[in-house]
């Protein structure tokens, strides 16, 4: 991440990750000192749907 504006979601500049072709998902953080490792097997993934409300989840519970 190097600009959440340009992302349009409420990460940190750095975070990295990864998604997989079946919408399993990885997510790391070092500046908030976060991992996050979501596991589904679905075609198609809905991987657009389901990664950025997840994200917007997890980043909401943080303090």
Sequence with gaps: MLDPADGGINGSIGEFGWASLA??????DPKEQ??????Q???????PY????LQAIIY????
């Design 23 to 28: 919408g399993s998902w990885v997510l790391i």
């Design 34 to 39: 976060l991992s996050v490792v979501y596991m």
């Design 41 to 47: 097997q679905i075609l198609p993934s809905l991987e």
């Design 50 to 53: 389901i990664h950025t409300r």
């Design 60 to 63: 909401g519970a943080l303090e």
